[in-house]
């Protein structure tokens, strides 16, 4: 973990990052090692989540129940 707390990509303990926003539907996943190609071991999963949902059309929404609620989704 880093020093402030925050997840990195190196404390995901598997191959996939699942990533789920219930008011669009979206459920992606990425190669977490593609994400630490680009992103460095180091990346703090609070700041790449922005990064991952870019394109989503609720992200820009004005109503606060329809906005993007984009979050990394946990397995097992």
């Not at 598997?14 to 539907?25: A, D, I, Q, Y």
């Not at 992103?39 to 992200?59: E, I």
């Amino acid at each position: 973990m880093a020093r402030d707390g925050a997840q990195t990509l190196s404390d995901v303990r598997g191959p996939v990052l699942s990533v789920v926003c219930e008011p669009c539907g979206r459920r992606e996943r990425y190669d977490v090692e593609r994400l630490t190609r680009q992103y460095g071991w180091d990346a703090k999963l609070t700041d790449l989540l922005p990064a991952l949902v870019v394109d989503c059309p609720k992200r820009g929404s004005v109503s606060v129940y329809d906005r993007c609620k984009a979050l990394f989704e946990r397995r097992g």
